[in-house]
């Protein structure tokens, strides 16, 4: 048993903060400032949208690194789950990240990267192929090890973030426009207005989601309780900067209604600066972020399935590590074949509909875990040494809580369908749950009756 191959330990802050950066930085921060400006319609409320989401992820930045603290395995948001509940409601989460979340999410991100791959190079291929060999040309990467898929993913996430504050400073100098700080609001205060601003959070959230994802490779990483507390603070930081800017530079240059008018509000802004030559400029950009987002996909959520395989609840060899590499290999290909034939099959839209209402509500257990935790340590009366503390809770951990819940609400009145939908699928896992777990007993039971 001494000699079963173990995740190895290489990765550091630098790391840490560029894997929490990737899981966020996708193609929606090109694209989702016109969904906003849809919904609201002035500066004042177009900002406070993305600082209001930026907020929300700090304090789940904030919330995570104490998890990733007390609990620093391989698995992450999985591990803080099946500690805190019931290895159930860590399986179900387990399962819709593969079936749902994590799949169709890379899935969506890698045909948009197929589109600009297209549009950039004049490539005659579907959108559908370009997008299998790119998930499964960053799987081969992956199976190498977490150094090499680590220093590819950091590779694209610096890349991309150039690509953002290159559009920023263009944008400032050569766009031209100026914000009009007035009206604040854009509609007297009312239950129309609230309505709109809880339209405007959605595409918010879902632009500021990811980060989470980071604390997959909890295992993998020199130091954990430090590292990746840092990293999760630095790289939320990081990003909630990027994404202002953006949106400053949007509203500066098209203003609100040239900006809900447009559906590639990057383009356009590049356009105005620079002409055709911008917007080529941007599609190369935006090209590398989608690639950067699938290589950060690709290697922190087989992490959570290798940990269920770990515990019985998945097949064994999903739970098998490469002696050569030390990387869940089996889990990496898995990832990348299944996000690969969404891809090609097309299907990809359709399950990003039902992502964002399942997404939040394991935001909300995860947090709402800490109160568990907090509350068994002051039971046993032995507190944990080298925890961080998230500061102000338990309110700014229940405020956190309760947005992650009004998101929720909010999914399933705007769209009732597609969030009952999500939720069927979430619940198919506990009767695949329930399988893996009297398989699990009956494998044991030999060893307890020898």
């Known amino acids: 048993m ?8 290489q990765l550091g802050p630098f790391d840490a903060t560029m894997i929490v950066m990737g899981g966020i930085v996708g193609s929606g921060i090109f694209i989702n400032p016109s ?18 989401g930026g907020v929300l992820a700090m304090l789940g930045a904030f919330i995570w690194a104490e998890l990733a603290t007390r609990l620093p395995g391989a698995g992450g948001q999985y591990l803080y789950l099946r500690e805190a509940y019931h290895p159930a409601v860590a399986f179900v989460y387990g399962w819709v990240l593969l079936l749902v979340t994590n799949t169709g999410g890379m899935a969506a991100v890698a045909v948009t990267f197929a589109h600009y791959y297209r549009e950039i190079t004049g490539f005659g291929g579907s959108d559908g192929a370009i997008a299998a060999v790119a998930l499964l040309g960053l799987t ?42 007035t009206p604040l609001l ?39 309780r430090r590292d990746l507390a840092r990293g999760l603070f630095f790289g939320v930081f990081g990003v909630v900067v990027l994404y202002l800017s953006v949106n400053v530079v949007c509203l500066k240059v ?7 008018a447009t559906g590639t509000p990057a383009t356009a802004v590049m356009r105005a600066a620079l002409g055709e030559r911008g917007a080529q400029w941007i599609a190369m950009g935006i090209a590398v972020s989608t690639l950067g ?46 996000a690969a034939v969404v891809a090609m099959v097309g299907r990809y839209e359709q399950i990003l509909n039902y992502e964002v209402s399942v997404d939040f509500i394991s935001f909300a257990l ?78 044991s039971a030999p060893s307890a009756n020898p």
């Open 35 to 52: 969904v906003v400006a849809k919904a609201v319609h002035t500066p004042f409320l177009i900002l406070g949208a993305w600082l209001a």
């Open 140 to 181: 081969a990467i992956n199976c190498l090890g977490v150094r090499a898929g680590s220093s590819v993913q950091s590779l694209l996430m610096v890349l991309k973030a150039s690509a953002i504050a290159a559009m920023v400073v263009v944008g400032l100098f050569l766009g031209g426009g100026h914000i009009r700080p």
């Open 186 to 224: 854009d509609r007297p205060i009312s239950l129309g207005l609230v309505a709109a601003i809880g339209a405007a959070m959605t595409p918010v959230a879902f632009a500021y989601g990811g980060w989470q994802t980071a604390s997959f490779v909890a295992g993998e990483m020199r130091d954990p």
């Open 254 to 260: 098209l203003g609100p209604a040239g900006l809900a």
């Open 366 to 443: 995860t947090a709402a875990s800490l109160f568990v935790f907090r509350r068994r340590e002051h039971a046993s009366g032995h507190v944990q040494a080298g925890v961080y503390r998230v500061p102000g809770h338990p309110y700014t951990t229940a405020l956190f809580v309760a947005a992650s819940a009004a998101i929720v609400i909010g999914t399933v009145v705007n769209n009732p369908g597609n969030t009952a939908i999500g939720q069927l699928i979430l619940l198919t896992g506990i009767p695949v749950y329930l399988y893996w777990s009297r398989r699990r007993g009956r494998a």
């Open 2 to 9: 001494s000699d079963r191959p173990k995740l190895r330990r």
């Open 293 to 338: 987002f699938l290589s950060q996909g690709i290697l922190t959520a087989p992490r959570v399935y290798y940990a269920m395989a770990r515990d019985g609840l998945f097949f064994e060899t999903v739970g098998r590590l490469s002696a050569r590499t030390g990387a869940p290999v089996v889990a990496i290909v898995l990832q990348g074949i299944a």
